[in-house]
């Protein structure tokens, strides 16, 4: 199965701040990796597809890039709302695997 | 507009069995594969399962494999996860989910709560 990591697990950072999450596949999965939002309670919603596609709807201070094995979500000025968790997601091959994820909060 | 229901969550001893579903409307059900994610409390997200559109493929996480099946009903819009030999460990909110215009999981339900202890 192929492994996803994910650096940082947390971070604390202000509104406005740059933020950039990082998420590294065990083997080359072209560019079949997403972005997930998920805010507690909530289920996760699509924030980027096929690694650098923005998903509709979602603002466009949220960007995605990379191929093969390493990917990056960056949020280019951070946002009251954008306190969450953050995870990525390859649907390469089964069984389709998530990163462990990255909490953001306030610092 | 996408709407994904599942319902069916409770509480089940060690060892029961459950079965979740997943009402689907919005879209045409029969033309989309269908896909299980769960979360244990606190932590992150798992796949469980994808199956097919016609129904004929199915997949599943090596931690449910040969306890769990997932199945679906295309003339009623609902997708199932038939759980059984069920473990502390299977303890999570349980999502459908479904890829629709991009190219991964785009539209979710709200979850299911599927609590296993004595």
């Known amino acids: 199965a192929i492994q996803m990591t994910q650096s940082p697990s947390s971070l604390s950072a202000s509104v406005g701040d740059r933020v950039t999450i990082t998420c590294r596949a065990s083997q080359g999965i072209g560019n079949d990796l997403g972005w997930y939002q998920q805010r507690p309670t909530k289920a996760p919603e699509l924030l980027i597809y096929a690694a650098s596609s923005l998903q509709s709807g979602v603002p466009s201070r949220f960007s995605g890039s990379g191929s093969g094995t390493d990917f990056t979500l960056t949020i280019s000025s951070l946002q009251p709302e954008d306190f969450a968790t953050y995870y990525c997601?390859?649907?390469?091959?089964?069984?389709?695997?998530f990163g462990p994820g990255t909490k953001v909060d306030i610092k | 507009e996408v709407q994904l229901l599942e319902s069916g969550g409770g509480l089940v001893q060690p060892g029961g069995s459950l079965r979740v579903s997943c009402a689907a409307s919005?879209?045409?059900?029969?033309?989309?594969?269908m896909n299980w994610v769960r979360q244990a409390p606190g932590r992150g997200l798992d796949w469980v399962s994808t199956?097919?559109?016609?129904?004929?493929?199915?997949y599943y996480a090596d931690s449910v494999k040969g306890r769990f099946t997932i199945s679906r009903d295309n003339s009623k819009n609902t997708l199932y996860l038939q759980m059984s030999s069920l473990r502390a460990e299977d303890t999570a909110v349980y999502y459908c989910?479904?890829?629709?215009?991009?190219?991964?999981?785009?539209?979710w339900g709200q979850g299911t709560l599927v609590t296993v202890s004595s």
């Open positions: 199956i097919s559109a016609s129904g004929g493929n199915t």
């Open positions: 919005g879209f045409t059900f029969s033309n989309y594969a």
């Open positions: 989910a479904i890829r629709i215009a991009a190219a991964t999981f785009d539209y």
């Open positions: 997601l390859q649907n390469y091959n089964y069984p389709f695997t």
